[in-house]
């Protein structure tokens, strides 16, 4: 079982809609989780964190983590055209402090 | 501070030739990891290193690479000999590790798009 699983996608959302970017994790002692972007040719660069259960709201951003079922997911409100990017879900692995990413969600706002 | 820094940012070479690429962390992160980035396999963690010390080298694909960390701002990805399939873009990333509990984020460097023909 692959440590971190997202969809890959393509992801399509209307301007201005909500888009929704889901992740799982293997391991149940993770507590560290990380919600990256990617525009393509570029490096990752970090847009959320959350450590604990339940919602984390930054601007546009709202980043949900629910350990019991090992999901973390990340809500993009008012999609704009430059949200479209790799979305990378990164877990700590509690084993040993690695981070570990998933392969990622390509997304793409529709103006 | 420049963030992380990677060089070369191209590196083309002959299939069977060395190839060194080298990474700056951010000054005062004490973890640093090496990923290899494919359209195929995504974001692969290679090595990573805490305090200097290499704490998990599991991802390494093959005795081919190797790497280092000789003090705490220099680390070197080493591939010998290179092969067509090592053909990714190498990122290079620090953190500050542990904040006594939680992990903080990780820092990327620009990447090292390598392409052996």
């Known amino acids: 079982q692959k440590e971190v699983e997202q969809n890959s996608g393509p992801l399509s959302v209307p301007e201005g809609a909500i888009a929704s970017l889901n992740c799982t994790y293997s391991?149940?002692?993770?507590?560290?989780f990380f919600w990256y972007r990617q525009y393509s040719g570029k490096s990752p660069e970090l847009i959320m964190f959350?450590?604990?259960?339940g919602d984390k709201e930054d601007g546009r951003f709202t980043a949900q983590l629910n350990k019991a079922s090992q999901y973390v997911s990340l809500l993009i409100r008012d999609s704009q055209p430059s949200d479209s990017a790799t979305y990378l879900c990164?877990?700590?692995?509690?084993?040993?402090?690695?981070?570990?990413f998933g392969k990622g969600t390509r997304l793409h706002i529709l103006p | 501070d420049a963030g992380v820094i990677q060089s070369p940012r191209h590196e083309v070479t002959e299939m069977g030739q060395e190839v060194t690429l080298r990474c700056k962390p951010i000054?005062?992160?004490?973890?640093l990891f090496w990923y290899r980035q494919t359209m195929m396999r995504g974001l692969e963690l290679l090595i990573y290193?805490?305090?200097?010390?290499?704490?998990?080298d599991s991802g390494m694909p093959e005795d081919r690479f190797s790497a280092k960390m000789p003090n705490a701002s220099f680390s070197t990805l080493k591939i010998q000999p290179s092969e067509p399939r090592d053909s990714a873009v190498y990122f290079c990333?620090?953190?500050?590790?542990?904040?006594?509990?939680?992990?903080?984020?990780?820092?990327f460097g620009q990447g090292t798009r390598l392409t052996v023909v």
């Open positions: 990333a620090s953190s500050l590790g542990r904040d006594r509990i939680l992990s903080t984020e990780a820092f």
């Open positions: 391991d149940r002692g993770s507590q560290s």
């Open positions: 959350i450590y604990s259960n």
């Open positions: 990164a877990a700590e692995m509690n084993r040993d402090d690695k981070i570990i």
């Open positions: 000054s005062g992160h004490n973890s």
């Open positions: 290193f805490n305090n200097n010390v290499p704490i998990d």
